[in-house]
């Protein structure tokens, strides 16, 4: 299983795919991988057998010392296009503060020089799209990665992360430093909710929140009272109000409440 492969000292074969899904802005959804060098396809490969992967296409780096191999990820059945490409930051935190990652990518891709910049001109620096970090091992990929199929494969075996870009922060196309930096935020942070989402207080979540007769409440029948609780037959009148005492009267003294509140918030309580 991957999470115990995950937890294992030294995690060989790791491969990371990203998806930049930026659908609502017009781009459509992009998938990267990073794994360029030729380390990186080493460190695969102790988890598969190089033999078996399709032919791939090589590039001498510019100072002619070492190739590069630049292919295709297939996982899920979807490709991931090759392109140099780096978080930092992703963790977790504990302490209740967000985390505030980064993501660069290079100015290039394709062959194409000043291609994310042309990008973030026609899709608002893509603020709002949604970031997907999948990783999953090497001996996990589809079948076809390989000339004669791969026995391991399994799409189900991966962990994932969801950012949202939250703004651009750097932007080159000098020779030194050709690349485009966005700060990421997790998608509540970007929406600027808070968690909990809910209010602990003696009233029902779902009655403050106008959800008195929704999927959450749950209640159906016939009966009707007004918001303080008087017996009615207008429906014009039939409001909760968010009380204890008013699930009890839609519900039944003693049968079971789908009660969104906290009684015991306050003594107050009717």
């Known amino acids: 299983m991957l999470?115990?492969?995950?937890?294992?000292?030294?995690?060989?074969?790791?491969?990371?795919?990203?998806?930049?899904?930026?659908?609502?802005l017009g781009a459509g959804v992009m998938r990267w991988h990073g794994h360029m060098s030729h380390e990186d396809w080493e460190f695969i490969y102790r988890y598969t057998d190089k033999s078996r992967y399709t032919d791939m296409t090589r590039h001498t780096d510019p100072t002619g010392t070492k190739?590069?191999?630049?292919?295709?990820?297939?996982?899920?059945?979807?490709e991931y296009k090759p392109v140099a490409i780096q978080t930092d930051g992703l963790e977790i935190r504990g302490d209740g503060s967000p985390s505030t990652p980064t993501l660069v990518i290079a100015n290039n891709i394709d062959g194409i020089n000043g291609a994310v910049t042309a990008m973030c001109a026609f899709y608002s620096d893509f603020v709002g799209a949604e970031l997907r970090v999948i990783r999953v091992l090497a001996k996990?990929?589809?079948?076809?990665?390989?000339?004669?199929?791969?026995?391991?494969?399994?799409?189900?075996?991966?962990?994932?992360?969801?950012?949202?870009?939250?703004?651009?922060?750097?932007?080159?196309?000098?020779?030194?430093d050709s690349s485009v930096a966005f700060e990421l935020s997790t998608p509540l942070t970007a929406q600027r909710k808070m968690i909990p989402s809910r209010t602990i207080t003696k009233y029902c979540d779902w009655a403050v929140k106008g959800k008195y007769r929704g999927e959450s409440c749950g209640y159906t029948g016939t009966a009707m009272f007004t918001e303080d609780g008087t017996p009615t037959d207008n429906p014009a009148l039939d409001k909760?109000?968010?009380?204890?005492?008013?699930?009890?009267?839609?519900?039944?003294?003693?049968e079971p409440l789908p009660f969104g509140g906290f009684p015991s918030a306050s003594m107050l309580g009717r």
């Open 3 to 24: 999470s115990s492969d995950l937890q294992k000292l030294s995690v060989t074969g790791l491969v990371t795919l990203y998806e930049l899904d930026a659908t609502k």
């Open 67 to 78: 190739d590069i191999i630049r292919r295709d990820i297939i996982w899920a059945g979807r």
């Open 140 to 176: 996990h990929l589809d079948a076809a990665n390989f000339t004669v199929g791969n026995p391991s494969a399994d799409s189900q075996q991966y962990t994932d992360q969801y950012w949202t870009i939250n703004q651009k922060t750097h932007e080159s196309l000098s020779e030194q």
């Open 240 to 254: 909760c109000g968010g009380c204890l005492s008013d699930c009890k009267l839609r519900f039944g003294e003693f």
